[in-house]
């Protein structure tokens, strides 16, 4: 069965550094999002990407964080200057279509920013 | 704004027991509603949906959920819980309003289930 992949599984980055959270979304799929959860708290949508551009994005996603699509098959999510409050995990997810569409979710990078 | 409220964080049921996990949403417009289900170490997975038509859902693993719009709630329900239902569950929430339809999750509810 097709998956969302999500590479490292976990990330240990120092304040201030850069860092690039891959994701392979489902092949025929054609939105793509990335979300996050802080410990303990909620699932919070970041931001989504259709046709080669955001769509939406959130509050959290300020000018630190960007996202592309490199090439045919990769998703990625960088964060230029890591604050500790990045540390999170951060799950990818793709949909073939829009609305009310189930999204299919990867299992997620655990970002670690001391 | 939308938003999901997930009371308490932790439900322990015996295995067997009938397993009722709260689910409360907000939403200015007809929603469309989802149950996700995240095991140990892995990704979220779909147990439900409801978009249109049949309040009471049916889902895998024979979970089900009925979206009730007078109580603004879409309560996820499993006649007899099982050992491996043990997990954590999310509800959450999308509309048309965005651009995409983005998803609003509630905290979340870990079961466990006692032998």
């Known amino acids: 069965e097709p998956e969302v992949t999500q590479t490292p599984s976990h990330q240990v980055t120092q304040m201030g550094q850069e860092v690039i959270l891959r994701c392979v979304p489902i092949s025929n799929h054609l939105y793509f999002y990335w979300y996050r959860q802080i410990l303990g708290q909620k699932v919070e949508f970041l931001v989504s990407f259709y046709n080669n551009e955001i769509s939406e994005k959130s509050e959290i996603f300020d000018d630190q964080f960007s996202v592309e699509r490199p090439d045919g098959s990769n998703f990625t999510l960088k964060i230029r200057s890591t604050k500790l409050e990045d540390s999170a995990m951060y799950f990818c997810?793709?949909?073939?279509?829009?609305?009310?569409?189930?999204?299919?979710f990867g299992p997620g990078t655990r970002l670690t920013v001391t | 704004a939308q938003s999901v409220t997930q009371l308490g964080s932790h439900v322990s049921v015996s295995e067997g027991a009938l397993v009722l996990l709260r689910c409360n949403y907000s939403?200015?417009?007809?929603?469309?509603l989802f149950w996700y289900v995240q095991y140990p170490n892995q990704g979220l997975q779909l147990l439900l949906k409801?978009?249109?038509?049949?309040?009471l859902v049916k889902g895998i693993n024979g979970f089900e959920a009925e979206f009730k719009k007078s109580e603004t709630s879409f309560h996820l329900t499993k006649p007899s819980a099982h050992m491996s239902d043990a997990a954590e569950y999310f509800c959450?929430?999308?509309?048309?309003?965005?651009?995409?339809?983005?998803?609003?999750f509630g905290k979340g509810i870990t079961l466990s289930v006692r032998p």
């Open positions: 959450a929430v999308s509309d048309l309003t965005g651009a995409n339809s983005k998803l609003t």
């Open positions: 997810a793709s949909s073939v279509v829009l609305a009310g569409d189930e999204q299919y």
């Open positions: 939403s200015s417009v007809p929603p469309y």
């Open positions: 409801y978009t249109t038509g049949a309040t």
